[in-house]
């Protein structure tokens, strides 16, 4: 079992920079595609970005390509998300996830097995 604990999130400006971190426990961070997913008010939970058991492979969301980057410390077991030139549109309770299956990197929340409680990213304009 993994346990994740996110945190970074924070009040900013559009156009402001934030990099979330999720730390992970267990001895096995390296075996789990992670991904990073986001949910507004009233709106359902969307895959954001996705890094593979290496780090060697990422996926974006078509809204975040360009501006979010995710990567990965396996030594530290940490999952991280840089987001820049940040939109009010992208405020939202961001959640870190971990995958353990045979996929290569997975985006549908569906088949996340383990998630963070989320931490609060609030953009203003």
């Known amino acids: 079992q993994v346990q994740l604990v996110e945190s970074g999130g924070g009040l900013v400006q559009a156009g402001d920079s934030l990099r979330l971190s999720c730390a992970a426990s267990?001895?096995?961070?390296?075996?789990?595609?992670m991904g990073w997913f986001r949910q507004a008010p009233g709106k359902e939970r969307e895959f954001v970005a996705g890094i593979s058991r290496s780090g060697g492979r990422t996926s974006y969301a078509d809204s975040v390509k360009g501006r979010f980057t995710i990567s990965r410390d396996n030594a530290k077991n940490t999952v991280y998300l840089q987001m820049k030139s940040l939109k009010p549109e992208d405020t939202a309770v961001y959640y870190c996830a971990a995958y353990g299956g045979a996929a290569t990197l997975p985006i549908a929340r569906g088949m996340y097995y383990y998630w963070g409680q989320g931490t609060q990213v609030t953009v203003s304009s």
């Open positions: 267990g001895r096995t961070f390296s075996s789990y595609v």
